[in-house]
């Protein structure tokens, strides 16, 4: 062990010292730096590809291993490491007493049974995907390595998010207002049609920076709840329950487009009230008041002036007159049945324009729309792709997660883990011992003076005698 730690030690010094004599070329501490990266992740690969060996080693000679494992046959295995492939071998066991077949070094190294990428790489992989596409996260996960948009894919779709354990705090917050704001996104499927993924965003108040406002104690829900809606209200209900004094609440507001998903969540959320989405009445009311031109120009505003008068008066009897005489000016059928369409939209959520105009003081707008295209429009549907229902869910998950400070690490903490064998802790033990053991030794202080090449010696000769002038 000493030995080899040694040569390691060795090869640290030869390659800084060969990465400093390039630096001294024209291109300088560029050509040091890239050089410098490439050598380190070399050098990476070679110490786990070394610890991995010599941890087999240290196992092989334990005298509790001798006892109850009987050693068999040597196999390969290739694990892929942030510093690219490392292959090995390592010994089949045998259990002398049950019989039972298994790779000490792998319950050792806490290795899953047939999974080629170590748990950092899936985390890297995932991370870029969440970010942008399955090809180019296969390209910078693991150095060297390539990883197909396939194994991405398949990757994204095994994760396992685990409901989460729901924790009732002790001091829970006391405002009297809480806010909820939802929509969905429209992402295309591979085999046509569309999913939509939804998202519900519960904060409880609002800082102002300049012209923008950010949304204070967020918490992010999202993914495809299509058949299952009451399943997303009630993870809200039980998230509002458990961090939230309800009785010191006083008012719950649910913003949204109107879609009768987001109204569900009336039954489920206590002291809850319903306000459409300011956003998508005004562009109901410029939908049918139709598209403006120079000629129609004055006409056109005086009718959206009034529908929105009308609109924010509450007097719906006045809204329906405009909203019809501007039908019967509409000469093209298909037209004015999607005008129609838009009037019946806004009349059949009659009691949201009340609520968003009655209590417009302790609203702050709805941002859905925004947020929607930030953490799901802007990977999944703002480009001509298509998607698998369990990738966009799965997708989904992660950008909210990302929004709610999850890291993926975390995230993959729910999948399997090695199921480890009662023995191999005492195994452990032992070979940890061992190795701490080896490595107890000093080594010498600039060992390439009494090994290097002539040209590292001089070099480093010098560069140990300069003095700054």
């Known amino acids: 062990m000493e030995n080899i730690l040694h040569d390691f030690n ?59 494992f009987e050693s068999l046959e040597k196999d390969d ?52 995907a969440r970010e942008t596409s399955y090809k180019r996260a296969g390209q910078k996960a693991s150095y060297g390595t390539v990883i197909s948009k396939q194994t991405v894919k398949n990757e994204i779709n095994k994760i396992d998010f685990k409901e989460e354990i ?8 006391k405002v009297k207002k809480l806010y909820i704001i939802a929509d969905e996104d429209h992402v295309h499927l591979q085999k046509g049609g569309i999913e939509e993924p939804r998202l519900i965003i519960v904060y409880d108040s609002i800082i102002a920076k300049g012209k923008r406002i950010e949304l204070k104690n967020k918490k992010h829900f999202g993914g495809i709840y299509t058949k299952k809606i009451d399943d ?84 719906f009897v006045k809204f329906k007159e405009i909203c019809y005489e501007i039908l019967e000016e509409e000469m093209e059928k298909t037209t004015r049945e999607r005008k129609e369409d838009l009037m019946k939209y806004l009349l059949n959520n009659v009691e949201g324009i009340k609520n968003l105009y009655r209590n417009k003081k302790e609203l702050h707008g709805c941002s859905a729309e925004g ?11 703002s480009r001509p792709m298509g998607w698998s229902t369990t990738n966009i869910n799965n997708m989904s998950r992660l950008r909210t997660a990302k929004e709610d400070n999850i890291s993926t690490e975390e995230i993959l903490n729910n999948s399997k883990k090695v199921i480890e064998l009662k023995e191999i802790q005492k195994i452990r033990n032992q070979a940890n011992a061992k190795i701490k053991e080896s490595i107890n030794f000093k080594p010498v202080s600039v060992p390439i003076m009494n090994f290097g090449t002539i040209e590292e010696k001089i070099f480093f000769k010098n560069l140990l005698e300069y003095k700054a002038v």
Not at 253 to 263: E, F, L, R, T, V
Not at 371 to 381: L, P
Request: proline content about 0%; aromatic content about 10%.
């Open 77 to 128: 295995r290739t694990i892929i490491s942030i510093f690219g492939e490392i292959n090995f071998k390592r010994r089949y066991y045998q259990d002398k007493e049950t019989k039972e077949r298994i790779y000490l070094l792998d319950q050792f190294l806490k290795l899953e049974k047939r999974e080629r990428m170590l748990p950092n790489v899936k985390e890297r992989l995932i991370e870029e």
């Open 371 to 381: 947020h929607v295209s930030h953490i799901y429009s802007d990977r999944m549907s």
């Open 232 to 315: 997303l209200w009630e993870e809200v209900m039980t998230y509002i329950e458990n961090n939230y004094d309800t009785e010191y609440l006083e008012r719950v507001y649910i913003s949204g487009d109107g879609a009768n998903w987001i109204k569900t969540g009336l039954e489920w959320i206590i002291k809850s009230v319903y306000v459409l989405d300011e956003f998508h009445m005004k562009k109901a009311v410029n939908g049918i008041v139709g598209r403006i031109t120079k000629a129609n120009k004055k006409e056109k505003e005086k009718q959206k002036k009034e529908i929105r008068t009308s609109l924010r008066r509450l007097n």
């Open 10 to 68: 060795e090869k640290v010094i030869s390659l800084v010292a060969n990465c400093l004599k390039n630096s001294m070329t024209e291109k300088g501490i560029s050509d040091f730096t890239n050089d410098l990266e490439s050598e380190m992740i070399e050098f990476g690969s070679q110490v786990t590809q070394f610890l991995v060996e010599y941890a087999e080693n240290i196992i092989f000679k334990l005298k509790d291993r001798k006892e109850k």
């Open 166 to 173: 729901a924790e009732e705090k002790e001091n829970k917050k």
